[in-house]
């Protein structure tokens, strides 16, 4: 099996790619850090037909994040050109969506941008599948997540007063689920640990393996939401997914033994 993965020096896409790789599958990582914009790619690819599968992840990730034509250029005209490139080709796409894209989720550009692409590939490439990634922790997490801020900072600053509830989902549930929607016929999934958990609670867990001088900060961040829903009325990769408990576990005996 021949797999292409954009992205696949980001935190779910090395987790991605390892996972495909043990099960056999050759893989070709695209990802801008080696050098090779995924839109350039697929503009100009000849060979494509050649792959079973590409998994597309590389995006812009953050609500926070205010330069839209980053946003523009990342999200959507490079999941374009993604989109209409496997489509021509007849090759399976599977793309990471998120929590976000759900209607009462979005807050924001980031959000808007991966509507969007559910979207567009409803309409120009309905073989397609999205999978809506819900608020992916694990070891060695990407800088400027929850996690990242909770084993980096001195002190941690709990916004909202640590009340925000999160459907936190372990990178190995996250890669399973992927590698799942390549044989669905769905046109969106989500991967989402059924688990509802609160900032202030997913802290506590932390601190159970590393002191925390832990700060509440009443103030609520623009373009954030109390609470992420999962669309129910989209189906969820039947998984047994990781607790918080054993997902933090995981993730601190791996810093403990880094």
């Known amino acids: 099996m021949k797999v292409i993965v954009t992205g696949g020096?980001?935190?779910?896409?090395?987790?991605?790619t390892a996972a495909l790789s043990k099960r056999g599958a050759e893989v070709i990582i695209i990802d801008r850090t080696k050098g090779v914009e995924a839109k350039d790619f697929f503009d100009t690819v000849p060979n494509l037909n050649e792959a079973d599968?590409?998994?597309?992840?590389?995006?812009?990730?953050s609500v926070f994040?205010?330069?839209?034509?980053?946003?523009?250029?990342?999200?959507?005209?490079?999941?374009?050109?993604?989109?209409?490139?496997?489509k021509r080709a007849n090759v399976k796409l599977v793309y990471a969506s998120s929590s976000t894209a759900?209607?009462?989720?979005?807050?924001?550009?980031?959000?808007?941008?991966?509507?969007?692409?559910?979207?567009?590939?409803?309409?120009?490439?309905?073989?397609?599948?999205?999978?809506?990634?819900?608020?992916?922790?694990?070891?060695?997490?990407?800088?400027?997540?929850?996690?990242w801020h909770l084993l980096h900072d001195k002190p941690v600053r709990l916004v909202n007063g640590g009340r925000n509830l999160r459907h936190?989902?372990?990178i190995s549930d996250a890669v399973e689920g992927l590698i799942y929607a390549y044989g669905s016929a769905d046109?969106?999934?989500?991967?989402?640990?059924?688990?509802?958990?609160?900032?202030?609670?997913f802290t506590l867990e932390v601190e159970k393996y590393k002191p925390l001088e832990i700060v509440i900060d009443r103030h609520k961040r623009d373009f954030d939401r109390n609470e992420q829903t999962v669309d129910e009325s989209i189906?969820?990769?039947?998984?047994q997914y990781v607790s918080v408990a054993e997902g933090i576990r995981r993730c601190l005996e791996h810093e403990t033994e880094k």
């Open 9 to 16: 020096e980001g935190f779910i896409g090395k987790a991605l």
């Open 53 to 61: 599968c590409v998994y597309h992840l590389a995006a812009q990730t």
């Open 65 to 86: 994040n205010t330069d839209h034509a980053q946003i523009m250029r990342d999200n959507i005209e490079t999941f374009m050109a993604v989109c209409d490139a496997c």
């Open 102 to 147: 759900n209607s009462p989720n979005i807050t924001s550009l980031y959000g808007i941008s991966k509507r969007f692409d559910e979207e567009y590939a409803r309409c120009y490439n309905p073989h397609a599948t999205g999978v809506r990634l819900h608020n992916v922790y694990g070891p060695d997490p990407r800088q400027g997540t929850l996690l």
């Open 168 to 170: 936190f989902t372990f």
């Open 187 to 201: 046109k969106i999934l989500n991967v989402a640990n059924p688990e509802e958990t609160s900032v202030y609670d």
């Open 235 to 239: 189906s969820t990769v039947p998984l």
